[in-house]
């Protein structure tokens, strides 16, 4: 999913309980993983993709045993939560 809301550009997203983690970039930092609860104040940055550009794009993120797990295009990046 992509998209946007105030003040984020989502570019993937995933689901997690009552918690939309996502890529996201927040207009201050780098791309990164967000996350929110849906508002405004339950919105944030939690990680900023270290190496992340866009010559490696996020295909895909999916949540496995408390990880979330990024598939890019020649790189993989698992980060625990």
């Not at 998209?3 to 939309?20: H, L, M, Q, R």
């Not at 895909?60 to 020649?74: D, E, F, M, Q």
Request: glycine share 14%; with cysteine; proline share 2%.
């Amino acid at each position: 999913m992509t998209g946007s809301s105030p003040g984020f550009k989502i570019y993937e997203s995933i689901a997690v309980g009552d918690i939309i983690y996502m890529i996201a970039n927040d207009g201050t930092h780098k791309k990164g993983l967000g996350k929110s609860d849906g508002t405004a104040a339950g919105t944030e940055m939690i990680r900023e993709l270290q190496g992340y550009n866009n010559s490696f794009p996020v295909k895909g993120l999916t949540y496995a045993n408390g990880n979330i797990l990024l598939l890019c295009t020649n790189l993989f990046y698992q980060l625990v939560i």
